[in-house]
């Protein structure tokens, strides 16, 4: 029986009234990104290379 498509829940606590929270609630649905493990998405913070490359 083919499961119906979930989209990840999207709940940063630092992204409402960011310019820029439509894009990354797209990119979090479409897995580009997923935002740190203690809940914030940290917006204005400076992705690192390493980040870059470990972040899906």
């Not at 820029?20 to 649905?29: E, K, Y």
């Not at 204005?44 to 972040?55: I, Y």
């Amino acid at each position: 029986m083919p499961t119906p498509d979930t989209k990840p829940t999207i709940k940063f606590r630092d992204i409402s009234g960011h310019w820029a929270v439509a894009n990354i609630q797209q990119a979090v649905s479409i897995g580009i990104v997923s935002g740190y493990p203690d809940g914030t998405f940290k917006p204005d913070k400076t992705v690192t290379r390493a980040e870059f490359v470990v972040s899906r």
